[in-house]
Every structure is written in C-alpha cells, then in structure tokens.
C-alpha cells in the first residue's frame, strides 16, 4: 500500500474569490507512521482527509496525483471511493462522543461494522467485536460490548472507535487528532496501543494533531505545515535538528517543565513562509 | 490573600471535591493540576460563586465568603473561562462586553477606560466594534481576560485559559497574564490540566485526584522531580518525557 | 460624529472597519443587517406588498373613492367597472373602499395582538427558563393547559363568553397565541442559562433581572421576530375565521373575514364579491411569510 500525493491543493469559494486552504501539498506515505503537524487553519486535516474524498462541501480540489494503492482518486467513482474508505482506509476522529451512535451499545456498533465488511452471521459478528474489543486491550470486552456510549470514558470511547476501525483490515488509519480531547494518562496509552498495532498489522497510520513534541515523539516521519503548505519534513527524533524558523518557533513557545523559561518565545510569523520556497508556483 | 479549608462540594450524591484546602499570599499564584473529572474547576466555581453548593470555610483578603456574594465581591474577584468563544456574549460587540462591569458598577470615563484596556491586552483599538465572530481565539482570550480586569479586580480566577488556543498563542497570553500580574500585584488561581503551563506561572503547584488535592508541590521541586505522590510523578513523568524529544 | 453628503462617504461610514464611536459602530451593524436583508429578493417583494398594504390601510380616508358604509341598493353586486374599481356587495356598497378600510381593522387586529403577544410570551418563558424550580413548573403547566385547547375554539369560546366585537377578537387571539412564544422564549433561556458568557456577566455581579433583561432578551429576539412574522399569517386567518364566524368585527364595519362570510352565498354567480377580500388575506400572508423567512436568514443567530 502507497498513498502518492502530488501538488495537492484544495481551495474554498468565498465572495471574494478562490481561498486556499491548502497548497501545493506533495506526500508519499508507504507502510510508516506519518504525522501531519500544524495550527488550526493549517490544513493538516483537509490534505489527509483529501486521500479518503472525505472533503467540506464546496471544497475544491486538484491534484497532479491523488492515488490509494494505485487507484487515483481524483478520478475514482463513488462505489470506488467506498471500497477505500472505511474498509482500506479508517478514519478516527478526535472526539468519541460526536462519532459513534449514541443508542447503539458499543459491541453492536462494532460488530455491524465487523458485518459490513466480512459478511458473516451474527453470532460470528459478536465473536469477531469481541475479539476486537480485546485487541484494543479493554480488559473487560463484555461489559465494554453491552455499554452504551456514554456509559463509556473518553479514552474507553476511543477505544472503541479504534476497534471499529480495526474491523475491516484496514491498511491505513487516519487518525485526526486522536488524543485531543484526553487525559495525559490516557492518551500515552491510546498512542501505545496504535503503536502497538501499526506495528502487529502492517498497518501505515497518518497522525494528525497539533502536538509537536507528541508526534515526533511517536512518529517515524513528520510533516510540519504551515497556512496550507510543508515548511518542514522531518525524521523522527530530528526535532533538535529543525531548521524552519516556524518548527523552532512552535518549539520555543511551549512552556516547559525541565527546562524553565522566565519568558516565552513569541513566534514572529514571517509573511514569506506562506509563500514557499521562491520560484514554486502559487496554487 | 485567599485561604481555603476543608472546602467540599457536593452535586447532589456526587462528591466531587473532598476536603480541600490551600492558600495564596497576595502578589502570588496557586496552580491546580489534574485530569477531567478531578475537580479542579469545581474548586474554582465554588470560589467565584458560580457554584453555591459548597461547604468549609472560604476566605478572601481575610473576609470569609458566604454563599450569596455582594457585588464587592465580584469587583474584587474575577474568572477567565478555558473556551473564548463561549465566553463571550455573540451578539454583543467587544465594547459592550467592557462596558458591562463598568455599568454594573457605576464606573464613569468608560471611554477612556475600555480604549486603555485594550491597550493593556495588546488589542488594537479597531477591535473595539468587533463581534467575537469577527476574532481569533487568541484575540477573543484576550478580550476575556481585559473584560476580568475593567473593574479592577486583586483576584484573578483561571480555569484552563490557555487550552483551546494554538500553542504560539498560548504562550503569548502566557506572557500576557505574567506581565498583568506584575503591573497590577494581581493574585492567581490557575486550573489547567498541562503541567508544564501551571509550573510556568504558579511558583505552588496543587495536584487533585478524584476530589482530593493528593499533593502540594512547589514549581521548583516539581521541576527537579521531588515529588512524593505516584499521581504527580506519574503527570511529571509524562510531561518531561515528551519534552526530551 | 460627522456629517457626510454624497452617498458613497456615507456607506464609507456606515461600513468602515474602524467605528470612531458607539453609534456610527450601531448603525454600520443595523446597514450590514439591511444590506443582507435587500439582497434577498422574495423577502423585499413581501416586505413591499406589507408596505404598501399598511400605507392604503392607513391612507384609506384619502384613497377610497366612496365611504364603506354608505348603501346604494340600486347598485347591488355589481361587477368591476370605472365607477366602483372592484365592484359592490350585496348593500350597494363599493368593495374596494370596504377593503381600504377592511385593512385598518384586520391589520389594527394584528398590530394589537402581536405587540401584546410577543412581549407576554417573552416575560413569562425568560423568567420559566431562567429561574427555573417553582416558577418554571407553575408557568409551563399553565402553558400547557392552554396548549391542551384547538386555538379557534378557544377563541370562539372566550368571545362568545364575553361579548362578540373586535376588541375581544383581540384578547381571545391573544389568550390562544402566546404559549409556543412562551415555550420558544424557554428553551432559548435554557440553553443560554448554563453557557460561560452568561457565568461571565453573573461574575461582574450584575442581578438577575439585568441579566435576563439585557443579556438574555436580546438574543431569544432575532427568534422571536422570526417567528412572529412567520405567525402573522396565521393570526390574520384567526382574526378572520372570528369574523368569519361572527365573533370579530361587527356589521357594518368593513372586516376581511367577516367580508367573506356575508357574501359568501354569492360565490357561485357573483364570484368577485367574496374573492377579492380572500385575495386580500392571501397576499397579505404570504407577504409575512416571504418576510419572515427573509427575516430569519439574517436574524438568527443560528445561520451565522
């Protein structure tokens, strides 16, 4: 599996013209773990969600290739496209509350999702949730299984959601700021247990989040954006070695425990990172 | 400057802050640190008076409070809200939001007064007719933080000021409510769940734990990592671990 | 505040990002407000038709060509021509001067119920939403007793009771309209009771009636207007259904509704008798509804 994006950008109309949100955008991901890094308004959610066509309405959206294992998405029909999505391709969000079905028990949803795409009897569905609920490490999978979701904690709700997502083998999960709305207990766990198993599947994962000193931490690669565009591209634990001002500015502003600060740095946001390297055409 | 003891709330059979109690000098600031659902913003409500179902003894500036505030005290104490864009009014403009207290409070010059506080929070005067729609999160932070100061308050109340903005932000209102606190000798109470944030600007650090505060640490020693309850040591330790990428 | 002249300065003023004070800031919103409502174009035509239709309502002495009530029995029912521009009714009397002066009552009828509705709703489901406990379930189960009732009978039954006219149309219209503003005015009250900005003016100390008052009203407002345009059409059809029935206004003073009943054993031979006030009501509720609608795309708060 090979996600291949080339030039990507995706504009919004506006009364005033076209607004990019995201701009000449070129990724390769192969079986790795990608973190996509930036503000909000950055365009760290629109390109990774680009890969599933999961966009706003009104989104537009071109590419020199836009490709999921081979198949180009750009040109992908419909059927196409839900062959990719949810089956090839999981999308974990940052809140469990919003995504699953609240008068749904947890272990139905699962397995309705385990029933999609296996097409197996009920009886085989449950066996298979509760297998799943188990390699999420929920060290009580039936009780987890009858719970409806607001019985469930945040990080018992992720859980969940990662084990839905889990249900049809997938070979790329996209998971956009996935530990956002969690304690600091409960996200190192969360992001070990993906860890866990990207690495047991073969799985490729795009992690997305603001968190800098978090995604490059657990990432292999990092890709640091800025107002729609890479400034940076970085190897895990590279971070010391950051070049762009942007990188080190988002590095210096945070307030940190071992090394106290009397002041924080300020970010002087340069104009000319917008722009990109001198010569790249403006999308 | 504030004084609590054996400070309890309760929802209903809820539980939620279990017998608490710590003290800041005036000048100073007291961090709270913990998970959701710990009750370190329950402490803080209880305090400003959004929460009256409190038992234990409350005082500020050597007066205890009582359930009922008087409008004294809410000159004298002031709350910044964790999301700027819930905390402000959306249909009012940023002028009529910095006019309320001094209406409330029958304070005049309001003209020169809200051109001043703005200018105290770095805004710039074009912000004034602004709608909250019409500014960023940082912007609208900052609109709620000049809105706790116009009617001149000696306590500042923060429940998670910083945690829905973008860290460059974040850290520019951090140096904000530093510099506010050195010009105005203003006292601190500061609730997040980071860290590294609270041991940025509270020189005493309280950790609470399911309505107990397990432990009370000063910044120093949190840094060096002398810290004696497993739950400080087990945030320390997730907090550096990140930090030493 | 300085005065301009040409037009293009004003709307410079009115639209500049840097208000020099409170009112030129007010009044650049109340142009931004006007400007997206102008763009939309039904709810213009719906806000002329009611322009118009208010101005010939209240121009009638000057407009009409003959007085309503005057009688011509050698002339009954008779078709549009020069002399009577909509022709006459079963008295001799000219329609189209009945309907000039139809409209000052029916539209009296619902200017009068909707500036004792709206603020009735208003007052009783802020102070059920805002203080809750006692108040709250004392005031919506009163709500809800009057909700348990079919307007119009109510209606019917409350003039019936008193004496029929148009001044008890008004009361008994009003006694049937104000629960679902009540019931909107709490809900509105209720989401906006637990929000942080709201916990933000209680922190400046501000009491509770300021803070419903000021804080509170304003916003269950654009709601409010939306839907009472929305529900004008709806008052105008009860207020003609009473007259209709013989409850709203009484003969000889020229009523839509009552219009309507009198003639309506015309309808077959001549058809216009009766029509032309249904036309009246027709277009008139359909301009309050187009203007609602265009109402509610900029009011609420919602859509933004």
Known sequence: MQVDIRNLSIAFPTATGLSHAVRNVSLTIGNEKLGIVGESGS????????????????????ADKLSFDGIDILKADESAMRAIRGKRAGLIL??????????????????????????????????????????????????????????????????????????????????????SALDATVQAEILRLLEDLVARRGMALILISHDLPLVSHFC???????????????????????????????????????????????MKRDPAWAEGPPGAPLA | MIEIKDLHVRFGAVHAVRGIGFGVPRGGSFGIVGESGSGKSTVLRALSGLNPDWTGTMKVAGQALTRNRGKDFFRRVQMVFQDPYGSLHPRQTVDRALAEPLIVHGMDDHEKRILRALAEVALPPATRFRFPHQLSGGQ?????????????????????????????????????????????????????????????????????????????????????????????????????????? | MSTTTSPQT??????????????????GGRYRLWRDFTANKLAMAGLAVIVAMALAALLAPLLAPYDPGVQDLTNRLARPSAAHWLGTDELGRDLYARILFGGRVTLGMVVAVVALVAPLGLAIGCIAGYYGGIADRLLMRVTDVFLAFPRLILALAFVAAIKPGITSAIFAIVLTAWPPYARLARAETLSLRGTDFIAAVRLTGAGSARIVLRHIIPLCLGSLVVRVTLDMSSIILTAASLGFLGMGAQPPSPEWGAMIATARRFILDQWWVPTIPGVAIFLISLAFNLLGDGLRDVLDPKQR
């Open chain 1, 43 to 62: 365009g760290k959610s629109l390109t990774a969600r680009s890969i599933l066509r999961l966009l706003p309405r009104g989104a537009r959206m071109t």
């Open chain 1, 94 to 179: 940052q809140d469990p509350k919003y995504s699953l079905n609240p008068v749904m028990t947890a272990g139905a949803q699962i397995a309705e999702a385990w029933r999609m795409h296996r097409k197996g009897g009920a009886r085989e569905a449950h066996e298979g949730a509760m297998d799943l609920l188990a390699q999420v490490k929920i060290n009580d999978p039936a009780r987890v299984f009858g719970a409806y979701p607001h019985e469930l904690s945040g990080g018992m709700g992720q859980r969940v959601m990662i084990a839905m997502m889990l249900a049809p083998d997938p070979e790329l999960l996209i998971a956009d700021e996935p530990t």
């Open chain 1, 220 to 266: 292999d690669r990092v890709a640091v954006m800025y107002a729609g565009r890479i400034v940076e591209e970085l190897g895990a634990g590279e971070l010391a070695q950051a070049k762009h001002p942007y990188t080190r500015g988002l590095l210096e502003c945070l307030p940190a425990l071992s090394h106290p600060r009397p002041r924080l740095a300020v």
């Open chain 2, 140 to 245: 609208r932070q900052r609109v709620a933080i000049a809105r706790a100061l116009m009617a001149e308050p000696e306590v500042l109340l923060l429940d998670e000021p910083t945690s829905a903005l973008d860290v460059s932000v974040q850290a520019e209102v951090l140096n904000l409510l530093a510099d506010l606190q050195e010009r105005r000798d203003l006292t601190y109470v500061l609730v997040s769940h980071n860290l590294a944030v609270v041991a940025h600007l509270c020189p005493m650090v309280g950790v609470m734990q399911g309505g107990e505060m397990v432990e009370q640490v000063s910044a120093a020693d949190l840094r060096a990592g002398r810290t004696v309850h497993p739950h400080t040591t087990e945030l320390r330790r997730l907090s550096t671990e990140l930090e030493e990428a």
């Open chain 3, 10 to 27: 004003w709307r410079d003023w009115l639209l500049t990002d840097t208000p020099a004070s409170r009112a030129q800031a007010a009044w």
